[in-house]
């Protein structure tokens, strides 16, 4: 009995010590601003993670515990993880910060620095701002939400959005930034990116923050920071959207009867021009209208009567269609973590046969062997596929003849009976095959050391290599291949590029006391190594092969051969410093020497230094008592930066051997080497503040910059008597000035209704301040003659690089002015009642080059975008806009729209012209066949560019956290998105920004977002 008792005590004891050891607390989870309950956050014992508990619809969670000693780790989707010691604590109050500010380091040549050590002109997007945009291209989703960043679209599919950082810093070589994607600096390719697996994109504008990178980083760098897993259960996520496309615009153009009209005008009135007592009227009837018209052919007769119009363009365009899917896996310990994604993207362009497709991957994992060893890798590779179609397709198209029937019967398109072999029927080139299928593995391995505290030695290895291939096939069925007497051409092109970077750095970041000091002394080696192989054959007995039979080619005589092979090098050293006092006072000192394979062996090397100084007032006491400032950091660098993006081997006159009569001799390529090259500088100063209010939900950045650039890098022509045509040579010096603003402001913020505003503003003017010797200009000359003045890329001393010569149109010519003009000389040209009269510059009577004008720059006065940002409860509202304002805009299909005399397409703009009862305008008279002036010899044609765009509106709805956690489920959010669906502009053409080649676009999308 003794016994059975003593068991039972026993038995109590071990139960009650073991409940003693658990322990059970409450706890309720906010958010950090807005002090709103964060539902469905996950709160897990981080011995163990399957012991683990969510928050209600209050944010508060109850869990036990095994005792004081425990951890647990709450984590909710959009929000830094946090980790806390249970301690004595019964209740916690826990609050969650957004996960975007979590991500305070940025990975730049190998090292990892601090954002806020960052005393330069930088400026960051999160994620959450990317995805705003649905789009498969990094640029596109930059598009006016950074200052002093211009980004123009391409609406080719598969094309990269150009990018511009602070305009233009050099005359011809190097004015677009480099990317640099987890340390590896890319210099192309940007679509092969995917920006659902990117977590920031931090732009870096002056030399304070580029010069890290040396001459690398003359023009601007893109950070770019891709998603890495974090400490906790393991998530995944699915991101995908669907979208339809159709024209943004389509030009007015003229239907088939005022086409027709319009001609009868032109022939009759230079009938009238010709014989200024003929019958206007009868010449019409009986020279136009009759069986034996002189300008109309009988398809078109046949058209006017029936009343009919051709559209051609309809008949090679469609509705657009692109889908993107993302899916990614992420999670961690705290000795690693892991990211993979999947990525699928397609899209159909509006052309018919043009398409984009594009399958990728990416593996991110970072791994603590030793508590002294890390090593990692960011890897992705990309599949992308563009299909091609021939250029000529929407070009031809757009201009058709409304008075021809559309049909695949001809080669050639035509007005009257004449067939214009220019003009290849779009039908037909439609069978043009264009392929170009490119393979592209992107990878950054890295080992981390740290021997003792605070100190890391790190090596990253990376590549960046790229395997393109390009087929193209010119059936015998078209118009090009009938007038090159091909009988079907193939072509095959293969090229390589291999990108070897290694960086070694050793840094030191210590903090004692309110001192910080971080030294960071590195090296930095790059090869780039490029090769392609081209081969065209022609001559096929039949089309069924395309390009994948070239030993079918009979045409051996006819077959060409084309490679090269180079190889670039740059080693670079550099060191930097960094030091911070209290967080209020700031110092950065820069310093990198680089050696360029791309200049002689006396100029090889380059130093590039920088300071930047930074100071917050607000830290001061007395700032205290002013309430609304929350933050005023004063900043001011000066730095100098290098350019060496110059022509391979420009150091060289370069010579190839050629074979002929049974002999050997060795062919220049026109260009006489400079063994003198050296080093492009640019001196840059930074002014910047960056200014809070009211708790910072109001900030503001303001940006001031003065780049002087010496020793420009440029092709100057040489006297033919020299042997060659040109050299690369130093000359010149460029002025570029801007001011850059950024306004983020939260509105509201409560628990139910947050409202929150953006806006940038970006203003950058250039100016050639230097010329070689004491030269004012340098002509871009060329045209039919190949000695015509051009309008674009001329350089005059004291105007932008940008600059438009021509003509200023003066008025149209009335009746009244003729006695005034009789006696002038117009080169040739008529003037009469109704035509475009220019100004004579000079009034010396002779209307020659020294009467042309710069009339308008290609680049805007200012720029930027500005949107809001909506969210009730579940529901969500973005919109954002786009701007530009102040740039003029070539457009030659514009211009020769205007200039049409109805044997040629036109614009209904030509409605309004003149005749002699309607004279108050100053759109000229329609006239066939005499020379005059026309749109584009005067600035008369020149677009007014400006415009404003709805880029992006979007409506969303996220479920609630309680829905969806009974769906298993995070995070679900549906949205659909308008992208490009309004813009207000006086362009003429298809559109201010893409121009008139490929059309732009709107879409419509529906999108998806989960996580689970």
């Given at each position: 009995?003794?016994?059975?008792?003593?068991?039972?005590?026993?038995?109590?004891?071990?139960?009650?010590?073991?409940?003693?050891?658990?322990v059970?607390?409450?706890?309720?989870v906010t958010?950090?601003?807005?002090?709103?309950?964060?539902?469905g956050?996950?709160?897990?014992?981080?011995?163990?993670?399957?012991k683990?508990?969510?928050t209600?619809?209050t944010?508060?969670?109850?869990?036990?515990v095994?005792?004081?000693?425990?951890?647990?780790?709450?984590?909710?989707?959009?929000?830094q993880?946090?980790?806390v010691?249970?301690?004595?604590?019964?209740?916690?109050?826990?609050?969650?910060d957004?996960e975007?500010?979590?991500l305070?380091?940025?990975v730049?040549?190998?090292?990892?620095?601090?954002?806020e050590?960052?005393?330069?002109s930088?400026?960051?997007i999160?994620?959450?701002?990317i995805?705003?945009?649905?789009?498969?291209n990094?640029?596109?989703?930059?598009?006016?939400?950074?200052?002093?960043?211009y980004v123009?679209?391409?609406s080719?599919p598969?094309?990269?959005?150009?990018?511009?950082?602070?305009?233009?810093?050099?005359i011809?070589?190097?004015?677009?930034?480099?990317?640099?994607?987890?340390?590896?600096i890319i210099?192309?390719?940007?679509?092969?990116?995917n920006p659902?697996?990117?977590?920031?994109?931090?732009?870096?504008?002056?030399?304070?923050?580029?010069?890290?990178?040396?001459?690398?980083?003359?023009?601007?760098?893109?950070?770019?920071t891709?998603k890495?897993?974090?400490?906790?259960a393991g998530?995944?996520?699915?991101n995908?959207?669907?979208?339809?496309?159709?024209?943004?615009k389509?030009?007015?153009?003229?239907?088939g009867?005022?086409?027709?009209?319009?001609?009868?005008?032109?022939?009759?009135?230079?009938?009238?021009?010709?014989?200024?007592?003929g019958?206007?009227?009868?010449?019409?009837t009986?020279?136009?209208?009759?069986?034996?018209?002189?300008?109309?052919?009988?398809?078109?007769?046949?058209?006017?009567?029936?009343?009919?119009s051709?559209?051609?363009?309809?008949?090679?365009t469609?509705?657009?269609?692109?889908?993107?899917?993302?899916?990614?896996?992420?999670?961690?310990?705290?000795?690693?973590?892991?990211?993979?994604?999947?990525n699928?993207?397609?899209?159909?362009g509006i052309?018919?046969?043009?398409?984009?497709?594009?399958?990728?991957?990416?593996?991110?994992?970072?791994?603590a062997?030793?508590?002294?060893?890390?090593?990692?890798?960011?890897?992705?590779?990309?599949?992308?596929?563009?299909?091609?179609v021939?250029?000529?397709?929407?070009?031809?198209?757009a201009?058709?003849?409304?008075?021809?029937?559309v049909?695949?019967?001809?080669?050639?398109l035509?007005?009257g009976?004449?067939?214009?072999?220019?003009?290849?029927?779009?039908?037909?080139?439609?069978?043009?095959?264009?392929?170009?299928?490119?393979?592209?593995?992107?990878?950054?391995?890295y080992?981390?050391?740290?021997?003792?505290k605070?100190?890391?030695?790190?090596?990253?290895?990376?590549?960046?290599?790229t395997?393109?291939?390009t087929?193209?096939?010119?059936p015998m069925?078209?118009?090009?291949?009938?007038?090159?007497?091909?009988?079907?051409?193939?072509?095959?092109?293969?090229d390589v590029?291999n990108?070897?970077q290694?960086?070694?750095?050793?840094?030191?970041?210590?903090s004692?006391?309110?001192?910080?000091?971080s030294i960071?002394?590195?090296?930095?080696?790059?090869?780039?190594?490029?090769?392609?192989?081209?081969?065209?054959?022609?001559?096929?007995?039949?089309?069924?092969?395309?390009?994948?039979?070239?030993?079918?080619?009979?045409?051996?005589?006819?077959?060409?051969l084309?490679?090269?092979?180079?190889?670039?090098t740059?080693?670079?050293f550099?060191?930097?410093?960094?030091?911070?006092?209290?967080?209020?006072?700031?110092v950065?000192?820069?310093l990198r020497?680089d050696?360029?394979?791309?200049f002689?062996?006396?100029?090889?090397?380059?130093?590039?230094?920088?300071?930047?100084?930074?100071?917050?007032?607000?830290?001061?006491?007395?700032?205290?008592?002013?309430?609304?400032?929350?933050?005023?950091?004063?900043?001011?660098?000066?730095?100098?930066?290098?350019?060496?993006?110059?022509?391979?081997?420009?150091?060289?006159?370069?010579?190839?051997?050629?074979?002929?009569?049974?002999?050997?001799?060795?062919?220049s390529?026109?260009r006489?080497?400079?063994?003198?090259?050296?080093?492009?500088?640019?001196?840059?100063?930074?002014?910047?503040?960056?200014?809070?209010?009211?708790?910072?939900r109001?900030?503001?950045?303001?940006?001031?910059?003065?780049?002087?650039?010496?020793?420009?890098?440029?092709?100057?022509?040489?006297?033919?008597?020299?042997?060659?045509?040109?050299?690369?040579?130093?000359v010149?010096?460029?002025?570029?000035?801007?001011i850059?603003?950024?306004?983020?402001?939260?509105l509201?913020?409560?628990?139910?209704?947050?409202?929150?505003?953006?806006?940038?503003?970006?203003?950058?003017?250039?100016?050639?301040?230097?010329?070689?010797g004491?030269?004012?200009?340098?002509?871009?000359?060329?045209?039919?003659?190949?000695?015509?003045?051009?309008?674009?890329?001329?350089?005059?001393?004291?105007?932008?690089l940008?600059?438009v010569?021509?003509?200023?149109?003066?008025?149209?010519?009335?009746?009244?002015?003729m006695?005034?003009?009789?006696?002038?000389?117009f080169?040739?040209?008529?003037?009469h009642?109704?035509?475009?009269?220019?100004?004579?510059k000079d009034g010396?009577?002779?209307?020659?080059?020294?009467?042309?004008?710069?009339?308008?720059?290609?680049?805007?006065?200012?720029?930027?975008?500005?949107?809001?940002?909506?969210?009730?409860?579940?529901?969500?509202?973005?919109?954002?806009?786009?701007?530009?304002?102040?740039?003029?805009?070539l457009?030659?299909?514009?211009?020769?729209?205007?200039s049409?005399?109805?044997?040629?397409?036109?614009?209904?703009?030509?409605?309004?012209?003149?005749?002699?009862?309607?004279?108050?305008?100053?759109?000229?008279?329609?006239?066939?066949?005499?020379?005059?002036?026309?749109?584009?010899?005067?600035d008369?044609?020149?677009q007014?560019?400006s415009?404003?765009?709805?880029?992006?509106?979007?409506i969303?709805?996220?479920?609630p956290?309680?829905?969806?956690?009974?769906?298993?489920?995070?995070?679900?959010?549906?949205?659909?998105?308008?992208?490009?669906?309004?813009?207000?502009?006086?362009?003429?053409?298809?559109?201010?920004?893409?121009?008139?080649?490929?059309?732009?676009?709107?879409m419509l999308?529906?999108?998806l977002?989960?996580?689970?």
């Open positions: 009995m003794k016994n059975q008792i003593l068991q039972v005590l026993l038995l109590w004891l071990v139960a009650t010590t073991a409940f003693a050891q658990t059970t607390i409450k706890g309720r958010d950090k601003v807005t002090k709103a309950p964060v539902f956050a996950s709160v897990a014992l981080k011995s163990d993670l399957s683990a508990t969510i209600n619809d944010g508060e969670f109850t869990l036990t095994s005792g004081p000693d425990a951890k647990v780790i709450i984590h909710s989707f959009g929000y993880d946090v980790e010691q249970v301690g004595n604590q019964t209740f916690l109050e826990v609050m969650l957004e975007a500010k979590g305070d380091e940025i730049v040549v190998g090292a990892v620095v601090r954002r050590s960052l005393t330069g930088v400026a960051t999160n994620a959450a701002k995805s705003q945009t649905p789009t498969n990094i640029n596109q989703a930059l598009q006016g939400k950074v200052a002093g960043a123009v679209s391409n080719q598969g094309s990269d959005a150009s990018i511009k950082i602070r305009g233009n810093n050099s011809q070589f190097g004015t677009n930034p480099i990317f640099v994607v987890d340390g590896v210099d192309g390719g940007f679509n092969t990116l659902d697996d990117i977590a920031s994109i931090d732009v870096l504008k002056d030399a304070a923050s580029t010069a890290i990178y040396g001459s690398r980083g003359a023009n601007g760098v893109v950070v770019v891709t890495k897993g974090r400490n906790g998530k995944v996520s699915y995908a959207w669907f979208g339809v496309q159709s024209f943004s389509k030009v007015d153009l003229m239907k009867k005022d086409l027709f009209d319009l001609r009868v005008d032109a022939y009759a009135n230079a009938f009238i021009e010709k014989n200024p007592q019958n206007r009227q009868q010449y019409i009986d020279s136009l209208m009759g069986p034996n018209s002189l300008a109309f052919a009988q398809y078109e007769l046949d058209a006017y009567r029936q009343g009919k051709y559209d051609w363009l309809d008949a090679v469609r509705k657009g269609f692109q889908q993107n899917h993302t899916m990614n896996f992420s999670g961690g310990t705290e000795k690693g973590s892991y990211f993979l994604s999947f699928y993207t397609d899209q159909k052309v018919q046969s043009s398409g984009y497709k594009r399958l990728g991957g990416r593996v991110n994992l970072e791994q062997i030793k508590p002294w060893l890390k090593v990692g890798t960011n890897t992705s590779f990309t599949n992308s596929k563009d299909d091609y021939d250029g000529s397709v929407f070009s031809v198209a201009v058709a003849n409304p008075l021809l029937p049909d695949t019967a001809s080669y050639y035509k007005y009976d004449i067939e214009n072999q220019d003009a290849y029927n779009p039908l037909r080139s439609l069978s043009i095959t264009g392929d170009n299928i490119s393979n592209r593995l992107l990878s950054a391995n080992i981390n050391i740290s021997p003792i605070d100190l890391n030695i790190r090596s990253t290895v990376s590549f960046d290599m395997n393109q291939q087929f193209w096939y010119t069925t078209t118009g090009q291949d009938r007038r090159n007497s091909n009988h079907g051409k193939a072509s095959q092109r293969k590029y990108n070897l290694w960086d070694n750095t050793i840094s030191y970041n210590k004692f006391g309110p001192h910080y000091l960071l002394a590195g090296t930095s080696m790059q090869k780039n190594k490029y090769n392609y192989n081209q081969v065209d054959a022609f001559g096929f007995p039949n089309d069924d092969f395309g390009y994948k039979f070239l030993g079918g080619a009979y045409s051996k005589d006819k077959t060409s084309s490679s090269d092979f180079i190889t670039t740059l080693l670079s550099l060191g930097r410093a960094d030091y911070s006092y209290n967080d209020k006072y700031f950065t000192a820069t020497y050696g360029s394979s791309r002689g062996a006396n100029n090889k090397w380059g130093a590039f230094p920088s300071l930047a100084l930074a100071y917050d007032m607000s830290k001061e006491s007395f700032m205290s008592n002013l309430h609304p400032i929350s933050r005023l950091k004063w900043r001011v660098g000066y730095g100098i930066a290098g350019n060496q993006n110059i022509p391979n081997y420009a150091f060289a006159s370069l010579y190839r051997p050629n074979y002929t009569n049974n002999s050997v001799t060795y062919v390529d026109g006489l080497g400079n063994p003198n090259l050296h080093w492009e500088r640019q001196k840059q100063l930074n002014l910047g503040v960056d200014l809070g209010l009211f708790d910072s109001l900030t503001i950045t303001a940006d001031y910059f003065n780049i002087n650039n010496d020793d420009l890098l440029m092709v100057k022509t040489l006297s033919t008597t020299t042997g060659f045509t040109n050299t690369v040579s130093n010149g010096a460029l002025n570029n000035k801007g850059e603003f950024a306004i983020n402001g939260a509201i913020r409560k628990q139910d209704f947050q409202w929150n505003v953006n806006l940038t503003i970006s203003h950058d003017q250039n100016k050639v301040t230097a010329l070689y004491d030269t004012k200009a340098i002509y871009n000359k060329g045209g039919y003659t190949g000695v015509e003045i051009q309008r674009t890329g001329n350089l005059f001393l004291g105007e932008s940008n600059s010569y021509s003509y200023k149109f003066d008025k149209i010519a009335q009746q009244s002015d006695d005034r003009i009789k006696d002038m000389d080169a040739g040209r008529t003037v009642p109704g035509d475009i009269m220019p100004v004579d010396n009577g002779v209307i020659n080059d020294d009467d042309r004008y710069v009339v308008g720059k290609l680049n805007p006065k200012f720029y930027g975008g500005f949107g809001t940002d909506v969210t009730y409860k579940g529901f969500g509202l973005n919109m954002f806009f786009n701007y530009s304002y102040g740039l003029k805009r457009s030659g299909l514009y211009e020769g729209l205007m049409s005399s109805g044997v040629s397409a036109a614009h209904e703009d030509l409605k309004d012209r003149w005749t002699p009862e309607h004279t108050n305008t100053n759109v000229p008279r329609a006239l066939y066949g005499i020379p005059r002036y026309s749109y584009g010899d005067t008369l044609g020149l007014n560019a415009f404003l765009r709805l880029s992006t509106l979007t969303s709805y996220t479920l956290r309680k829905v969806a956690s009974m769906l298993r489920l995070e995070n679900t959010r549906f949205y659909v998105t308008g992208a490009n669906m309004l813009r207000f502009t006086k362009d003429r053409g298809y559109d201010p920004e893409t121009g008139d080649g490929y059309p732009n676009s709107k999308t529906a999108g977002n989960l996580t689970f």
